[in-house]
């Protein structure tokens, strides 16, 4: 069957297209672990899921041998060309028994190494400590429990304004593009540290390739994982999970650190050093991870903000939390982001728009999470930006409707 030029070009654009799927896909795992294989890792867990791994693929590469070795040798040895007349012998029952003898002892060879580790992957026992990590469309929020410091990471500007459509910056240019975020999680070494992972809106994965760490994120239910990192380093992660559109921007930066450089990062951060610090009691694990997942608001600020500070603190809101669906110039991305230059809620009464901030709407995920103050200076950034004419929004109006 021939084809048409016009049904080559078709293929041959086709072809293409899956290739640069294939080196752009093969691109973005070099930033998380090894480019062509699976990464060893920096923990003792990971280098035993690693040995695992190449044991597996040994085994593989010697049956596919036999395997595609006795088919070409039978191609070619056994054509009709060469022997007409083709055999006819029947069954060998050794022969049966051998190869399926052969497979239960290799499966076996393999199940009892990978059942122990797997065994040691769930023991989060004896953990000297425990952070809760909780998945945000699009964005993570990582309490230390016992520690009252709270925080959220989200991917970096830098990434975050050059992704834009129209942006002009060559993100070859950006470094760590779509893999880097403003708030690492910072943890020492030598440590045994529990992760408890849940989610707010919808399922998240927490992966990280270098510590052997891939958890689902669910909504009211919380799954436990631990690590205990051997060597000092940045480590990078993605959610596993497609969770929505804007799935690739929620990356996952773990910095190890010494114990001492640890405790330091640590204080500072309990000194409210550009973080958002939690309640000193912090929920119990065993609480529905629903509730959990929703931080308490913070108070509203005791410096009551000018319209011009409330509106600058919050575009930087709206840039980290909403500009991802509504763009940078609040033209959406219709008809599932609907524009808010010009939106009726935005110009209508303060009430509708707090509303919809505090329990989202269609796609938009509530944003419960945020402080008082914050949706106060996002929907003030909203009602007043790109000719809106809306009025600004008070921290106390937003606690009001919270209640």
Known sequence: MMLSKSGLRGWLARSAALMTLWSLASEAVAFTGEKWNMTQGVTAISHEVYKLHMAAFYVCCVIGFIVFGAIIYSIINHRRSKHPKPADFHESTLVEIIWTAIPFVILIGLAIPAAGTLIKMEDTRNSELTVKVTGFQWKWQ???LGEGVSFYSTLSQESNVARQL???IDVNTVPNYLVDVDNELVLPVGKKIRFVITANDVIHAWWVPALAIKKDAIPGYVNEVWTKIDV????????AELCG???GFMPIVVRAVSEAEYKTWLEGK?????????????APVA?????????VAAPAAAKELSKDELVAAGEKVYTANCAACHQATGAGLPPNFPALKGDKVANGPAEGVIKQVLNGKNLMPPFKQLSDQDIAAVASYVRTSWGNKGSVVTAEAVAAARK
């Open 287 to 295: 609480a529905p991870a629903a509730e959990a997942a929703l931080p």
């Open 142 to 144: 990582y309490e230390y």
């Open 166 to 168: 129209g942006s002009g």
């Open 232 to 239: 000092p380093g940045t480590y990078r992660g993605v959610c």
């Open 270 to 282: 309990k000194k409210g050093a550009g973080v958002e610090v939690a309640p000193a009691a912090a």
């Open 245 to 247: 559109r804007d799935h």
